[in-house]
């Protein structure tokens, strides 16, 4: 195919959101113990923090973590994840069915965050809990001393308060698999209260409350409408939550998941908005789209049954993720950033062994997924504003999601530079696109970048660890603000512009 894209410098969307490269680490699987926390590991430093996904995670460019659930906070006391080590107990975690040892807590993780230089996006238990552990754990983590709970948190080693600004009112409260998963009456009730409450010590926290697990959910449009109108005042982001993966060898509806993500994002705003305006109120709702990514779920919840014994750090989700993945998870992140004027903040779900970019053997190396690049490379790239672009692109028709476009596009443009996002999603011939930036003033290529492979099932793992990796795409130039780049089939590029 061929495509023509008109890139204008006055089309600003927003600005580029640093949170939209935000990430996610649940107590789950290996996330935590022997993925980022391995005492003995080789690279640990003092902490146990294994130093060798320190760099993977800063090279990754993660913004923002999300922590530490997920269904794991619903059945969490985080009280039993800060003082002496010795001396937090070993509890049941009823969503994972695991051990959960509680060595790795609030002030631990906290001071891994400073290693790779993220934020902290803290949820709390409505769950199973209430509206004090959660006026408690602000006060544990916020407040700056003279408080016993404030003195405590000095007294286990943190002097300064950990100045969490994001906050989830829980997890995926629309969910029955959630332990105490509620009705979306019974859940914006408390989800308001608990939001006025912590507001009350704090009124310029960012707190996101629970929207729809997936746009496939019986309850989904409904509950966001009814969650807000109990709330809205109150919280400052609704949260969606979306998985991909391919189905039944169904690869074209696959690579055009990012139409489904755009759909939903269109509908929970649409849903704000309404509720915002029956309300007359002046204030904007944002989205939080806390949990993104492909995930193998069917082939998950097959295979859970055999997993019946409490096992600590068990092997669980560590999906490996190949070429076409890679390609699925660079288009998301494009509408994303595309949506950049109501989608304000983002986690790829999740950073370590789970479903993650990040793999680790315990005792051994850690490496890159497929998914880590695209990611990687945009959050590096992008920088500036978002700005729309005009495509021209032929189209094709997909089981899943009905017509798509074959070549999809974003940019972001800065005081002197400008990138170019692409996916070629046609999965048999070489997309021909030709971008006019004139309106960008740029002059040169500095970097064009493509992820593609002979065989889009190719993957990273442990024996081979950097059998996918971008390369340099040779067939980009720049002649008169007229840029030519050939796309492979089944890729994701990159360009910078200077
Ligand atoms: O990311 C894995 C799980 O997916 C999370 O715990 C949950 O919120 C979602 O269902």
Redesign the pocket.
């Not at 400073?114 to 544990?140: C, F, H, Q, W």
């Not at 010590?201 to 746009?215: F, I, M, N, Q, T």
């Not at 003033?441 to 970097?447: D, H, L, M, Q």
């Given at each position: 195919p061929r495509a023509h894209i008109t890139l204008d410098r006055q089309a600003v969307v927003a600005p580029v959101r640093r949170r939209t490269f935000g990430s996610?680490v649940?107590h789950?699987g290996r996330s935590v113990y022997t993925g980022l926390y391995e005492p003995g590991h080789p690279t640990a430093n003092e902490d146990g923090f294994r130093m060798d996904v320190v760099d993977l995670v800063r090279e990754l460019g993660a913004t923002t973590v999300r922590y530490p659930?997920?269904?794991?906070v619903s059945g969490f006391r985080w009280e039993d994840s800060v003082g002496p080590r010795e001396r937090r107990p070993v509890r049941r975690d009823l969503?994972?069915r695991s051990l959960e040892s509680n060595q790795v807590g609030l002030d631990e993780f906290a001071r891994w965050l400073k290693l790779t230089d993220s934020e902290l996006m803290l949820a709390v238990n409505v769950a199973t809990r209430g509206i004090l552990p959660a006026l408690d754990l602000l006060e544990y983590a916020n407040h700056p001393s003279g408080t016993t709970l404030s003195d405590q948190r000095v007294a286990n080693g943190t002097p300064q308060p950990h100045d969490v600004r994001m906050w989830c009112l829980g997890?995926?409260m629309d969910?029955p698999?959630?332990t105490g998963f509620m009705t979306a009456d019974d859940y914006g009730k408390l989800a308001a209260r608990t939001a006025a409450a912590m507001k009350r010590a704090d009124k310029d926290l960012e707190l996101v409350v629970c929207g729809s697990?997936g746009s496939a959910m019986p309850t989904f449009g409904d509950w966001e409408r009814t969650v807000l109108e109990h709330s809205y005042e109150h919280v400052d982001y609704v949260s969606c939550?979306a998985?991909y993966q391919e189905q039944d060898g169904d690869l074209g509806s696959f690579l055009a998941s990012a139409t489904d993500m755009d759909y939903f994002i269109d509908t929970v705003v649409a849903t704000a908005d309404h509720v915002g305006h029956k309300k007359r109120s002046r204030k904007r709702i944002d989205v939080s789209f806390d949990?993104w990514?492909v995930?193998y779920l069917k082939e998950h919840q097959e295979s859970e049954k055999v997993h019946e014994e409490w096992r600590h750090a068990p092997r669980l989700?560590e999906d490996t993720y190949t070429v076409a993945d890679a390609v699925v998870v660079g288009n998301l992140l494009m509408t994303l950033l595309r949506r950049s004027d109501r989608v304000t903040s983002a986690s790829l779900?999740?950073l370590v062994n789970?479903?993650a970019p990040i793999m680790t053997e315990p005792g051994g190396p850690a490496w890159r997924q497929t998914t880590f690049h695209p990611f990687s490379i945009t959050s590096r790239l992008a920088s500036g504003e978002v700005i729309r672009p005009v495509i021209d692109s032929p189209v094709y028709e997909t089981a899943r999601y009905g017509e798509a476009c074959l070549v999809d596009a974003v940019a972001t443009v800065d005081e002197d530079r400008a990138a170019v996002f692409l996916v070629n999603r046609d999965v048999r011939e070489t997309a021909q696109v030709t971008i006019d930036v004139r309106s960008l003033g740029s002059a040169r290529v500095t970097e064009a970048l493509t992820l593609a492979d002979e065989d889009v099932y190719a993957k990273n793992t442990l024996a081979e660890q950097d059998r996918v990796t971008p390369a340099a795409n040779k067939s980009a130039a720049l002649v008169d603000g007229l840029l030519t780049i050939d796309l492979p089939p089944t890729s994701w590029t990159a360009l910078a512009l200077r």
């Amino acid at each position: 195919p061929r495509a023509h894209i008109t890139l204008d410098r006055q089309a600003v969307v927003a600005p580029v959101r640093r949170r939209t490269f935000g990430s996610f680490v649940e107590h789950l699987g290996r996330s935590v113990y022997t993925g980022l926390y391995e005492p003995g590991h080789p690279t640990a430093n003092e902490d146990g923090f294994r130093m060798d996904v320190v760099d993977l995670v800063r090279e990754l460019g993660a913004t923002t973590v999300r922590y530490p659930g997920g269904n794991f906070v619903s059945g969490f006391r985080w009280e039993d994840s800060v003082g002496p080590r010795e001396r937090r107990p070993v509890r049941r975690d009823l969503a994972w069915r695991s051990l959960e040892s509680n060595q790795v807590g609030l002030d631990e993780f906290a001071r891994w965050l400073k290693l790779t230089d993220s934020e902290l996006m803290l949820a709390v238990n409505v769950a199973t809990r209430g509206i004090l552990p959660a006026l408690d754990l602000l006060e544990y983590a916020n407040h700056p001393s003279g408080t016993t709970l404030s003195d405590q948190r000095v007294a286990n080693g943190t002097p300064q308060p950990h100045d969490v600004r994001m906050w989830c009112l829980g997890n995926e409260m629309d969910g029955p698999w959630q332990t105490g998963f509620m009705t979306a009456d019974d859940y914006g009730k408390l989800a308001a209260r608990t939001a006025a409450a912590m507001k009350r010590a704090d009124k310029d926290l960012e707190l996101v409350v629970c929207g729809s697990s997936g746009s496939a959910m019986p309850t989904f449009g409904d509950w966001e409408r009814t969650v807000l109108e109990h709330s809205y005042e109150h919280v400052d982001y609704v949260s969606c939550h979306a998985y991909y993966q391919e189905q039944d060898g169904d690869l074209g509806s696959f690579l055009a998941s990012a139409t489904d993500m755009d759909y939903f994002i269109d509908t929970v705003v649409a849903t704000a908005d309404h509720v915002g305006h029956k309300k007359r109120s002046r204030k904007r709702i944002d989205v939080s789209f806390d949990e993104w990514n492909v995930w193998y779920l069917k082939e998950h919840q097959e295979s859970e049954k055999v997993h019946e014994e409490w096992r600590h750090a068990p092997r669980l989700l560590e999906d490996t993720y190949t070429v076409a993945d890679a390609v699925v998870v660079g288009n998301l992140l494009m509408t994303l950033l595309r949506r950049s004027d109501r989608v304000t903040s983002a986690s790829l779900a999740q950073l370590v062994n789970v479903i993650a970019p990040i793999m680790t053997e315990p005792g051994g190396p850690a490496w890159r997924q497929t998914t880590f690049h695209p990611f990687s490379i945009t959050s590096r790239l992008a920088s500036g504003e978002v700005i729309r672009p005009v495509i021209d692109s032929p189209v094709y028709e997909t089981a899943r999601y009905g017509e798509a476009c074959l070549v999809d596009a974003v940019a972001t443009v800065d005081e002197d530079r400008a990138a170019v996002f692409l996916v070629n999603r046609d999965v048999r011939e070489t997309a021909q696109v030709t971008i006019d930036v004139r309106s960008l003033g740029s002059a040169r290529v500095t970097e064009a970048l493509t992820l593609a492979d002979e065989d889009v099932y190719a993957k990273n793992t442990l024996a081979e660890q950097d059998r996918v990796t971008p390369a340099a795409n040779k067939s980009a130039a720049l002649v008169d603000g007229l840029l030519t780049i050939d796309l492979p089939p089944t890729s994701w590029t990159a360009l910078a512009l200077r």
